[in-house]
């Protein structure tokens, strides 16, 4: 076989959500941060087309890039590549890089728990895998601090109407919608409707709110998390939950960002203190578990210290090729499968 690259790929979901990892065959970005490194492969697009388009990828797929850590304490770092951004932080790819890396070996894994300190783009995040049996049965992770914003704010969205939304980050920026607005129940069997309703909201959001990270250049809205009802449960508290991720998907996990930004809005309306544990229900069923650790400041703003729980399990192994007479070197998307959704 001939070929002018070959990218190894350790292939890995977190409960139903897909995020590959990148294991080798491709050089570190240029930066002296990995901010800036994220933000070169976010520019580029050169690896991220590779990755996330036809033929080698698609709209439901994440892709990690494991990288070395800029920050000594950090045994390795990563970049989030998702269908439309390069984010700082993501709940379900922190998962599945911490599996891969204990399931491969590149972590010795000690039972029955193994801690490390990994980088993410948007900070440190400290991981405590339960380990048995040569495997991560579950992956335990400090988030970045997340924080509420502006809360109960009125969105005109086109086709849809008023709604009242909350701004909120948890490693990543959302607006919060309550699904109760829109008549629609958060089931499976609605998720083609919550993954286009989704990206007109966050579209609305962008172009009628702001949202500002005290501390990074992240200026725009990623995700609308639809927020189900609030119950009280013997061991904390559990709510449906469903994120639209642009294009226009919903996202197979409960998404551990909107987790830890969801405890940061019910904290901030004194609905959960810390201590308090959240657990979140995906449309396939699957579950995060997050629980405020302590609280603290990000710039102006009261925040939280999140950690976010949940199970990744590995797919596959993939050398991913390029033959040098292939047309389509940079893959492509069409809108059978990659919605024409607006971008920002």
Request: charged share 20%; hydrophobic share 40%; with cysteine.
């Amino acid at each position: 076989m001939r070929t002018t690259k070959v990218v190894h790929v350790v292939s890995c979901h977190a409960e139903g959500e897909v995020g590959d990892v990148i294991v080798g065959g491709v050089q570190p970005p240029p930066g002296d941060t990995l901010w800036e490194q994220r933000e070169w492969i976010h520019q580029d697009q050169t690896l991220r087309n590779f990755v996330l388009n036809e033929p080698r990828g698609g709209v439901f797929r994440h892709v990690n890039l494991l990288l070395p850590s800029k920050h000594p304490e950090a045994s390795y770092a990563w970049i989030i590549m998702e269908p439309e951004d390069t984010p700082p932080m993501s709940g379900s790819n922190s998962i599945c890089v911490s599996t891969v890396l204990l399931d491969t070996g590149l972590v010795p894994m000690v039972e029955p728990v193994t801690t490390m300190t990994l980088e993410a783009p948007g900070g440190l995040v400290n991981v405590r895998a339960e380990c048995y049996d040569g495997k991560a049965q579950r992956i335990f992770v400090e988030n970045v601090p997340s924080f509420a914003c502006e809360l109960d704010q009125k969105l005109e969205v086109p086709e849809v109407g008023t709604l009242t939304v909350d701004i909120a980050y948890g490693g990543d920026s959302f607006v919060v919608v309550n699904p109760e607005q829109l008549g629609i129940e958060l089931d499976a069997i609605n998720a083609d409707k919550l993954a286009k309703i989704g990206a007109k909201i966050t579209d609305a959001a962008n172009d009628q709110l702001v949202f500002n990270h005290p501390e990074k250049d992240w200026k725009h809205f990623s995700f609308c998390l639809f927020a189900g009802a609030l119950a009280k449960t013997e061991t904390g508290y559990e709510a449906l939950s469903a994120v639209s991720i642009k294009p226009g998907k919903i996202d197979r996990s409960p998404t551990g960002t909107s987790v830890s930004a969801r405890m940061a809005i019910l904290h901030q309306r004194g609905q959960i203190a810390v201590g308090d544990t959240f657990k979140a229900v995906s449309l396939i069923g699957s579950t995060f578990t997050g629980k405020i650790l302590r609280t603290c400041k990000v710039g102006e703003l009261d925040a939280i210290v999140p950690e976010i729980s949940g199970r990744g399990w590995i797919t596959g192994t993939h050398q991913h090729m390029l033959d040098p007479s292939d047309p389509w070197p940079e893959g492509y998307r069409l809108s059978d499968t990659w919605p024409n959704h607006k971008q920002k």
